[in-house]
Each structure stands twice: as C-alpha cells, then as structure tokens.
C-alpha cells in the first residue's frame, strides 16, 4: 500500500467538502488511478479525491486555488440536451433516457482530452451545483463516467425533473457549463 494514510486523509477531506460520510478505503497499487500511483476505489470518488489533493495542496502551500483550475474550457457553441424524453412528457415508471450532444465529444472519466466530457443527469435535484468543484455522486445526480449517452431509469409515479451537465475527466463542469434545459416528466406507474 502507497502512502495510504496521506490517500485516506486526502479522501475524508474530500468527502467533508462533498457531505458524505466518511468510508474506511484504501487505494493500492494493484489499481493505479492515471498514472498517479493511486489506486481506483470508483470513478466519482477518484475524481473528488484528485479535485481534494490540488485544493489541499494549494491550501497548505497558501496559494489561491482558483475554480478554473479544475474545469476545462468548452467549445462555444457547445450543447447538451435530451433526445428523449422531452418535456412535458408522460412516461412509465421504467423508461428510457437518451442524451444528446452537440459541438463536442463523449469521452468516459479519467481521459483528460479537449472539448470532450461525459454526462452526469439531475434527477429531481435541490439547489444549486458547485460548478467549480466535481459533481458528486448521489441519488440526486448520477455518474455516466463510462462514456456512456443513454440510460434506464426507474423512477416512482408522479412529476420529476431532468437535467444534464457535462463534466470533464474530473467530473467537474466545464467554463462555461455545458447543461441541458431541465425538462418536467410525468411518471404514470
């Protein structure tokens, strides 16, 4: 094991950052993360991670740590949307999502490659999202670091709310933002 108590230090001060509980994991180095001799406990947590160790750094160093440091810039141009369903739309309560793209590529998280991103989707989400930090993984927002453009998604009866953001090989949003409209669905069980 690498270094493990300065990786689980840098992972319990990410999760604070992000409200999560903090969860006893080790990297190793049987699963480099990128090159960087850490190991891969899962995408959204490795992106906070690698977010948390350039703030630390710069924190204890006492450097300005500025927000677009960690995004990447996009196209202009640039846009995210639904392909299905639209807006206003009644669905069952298993239903398909596709995401649409224009002006820039799919790429899945970990590969750092200009005007590329991968989709993270808003469900029913509260709030603003922190678009200078890695979007975090939760019920509320949910990781497509695969690469991947379409999902299936079960949801309980009744209205909810969609969006799109695209996030970098960090999860974090691009500058300026690459987000969908957020559409209204209505899920008839």
Do not use: W
Request: net charge negative; aromatic share 4%; glycine share 12%.
């Amino acid at each position: 094991m690498q270094n493990a108590s300065c990786d689980l230090g840098l992972l319990l001060v990410s999760d604070m950052v992000h409200g999560s509980s903090p969860q006893t994991e080790y990297f190793s180095e049987e699963n480099p993360m990128m090159g960087m001799g850490m190991g891969r406990v899962n995408g959204a947590r490795n992106a906070r991670v690698a977010a948390g160790c350039l703030v630390l750094v710069g924190f204890l160093a006492g450097l300005p740590v500025a927000a677009q440091e960690l995004s990447s810039p996009s196209p202009e141009g640039a846009e995210l949307y639904f392909i299905e369903p639209v807006d206003a739309a009644v669905v069952g309560g298993t239903f398909i999502i596709k995401f649409g793209l224009r002006g820039m590529g799919v790429a899945p998280a970990g590969i750092e490659k200009d005007a590329t991103g991968h989709h993270h989707l808003l469900i029913d989400h509260q709030g603003e999202i922190a678009l200078n930090l890695p979007l975090p993984a939760t019920d509320e927002v949910r990781h497509f670091g695969g690469g991947q453009t379409e999902t299936t998604v079960t949801l309980p009866a009744g209205e909810h709310r969609l969006q799109l953001v695209l996030g970098n090989h960090l999860h974090v949003p691009h500058s300026p933002p690459v987000m969908s409209e957020e559409i209204t669905i209505t899920v008839m069980q």
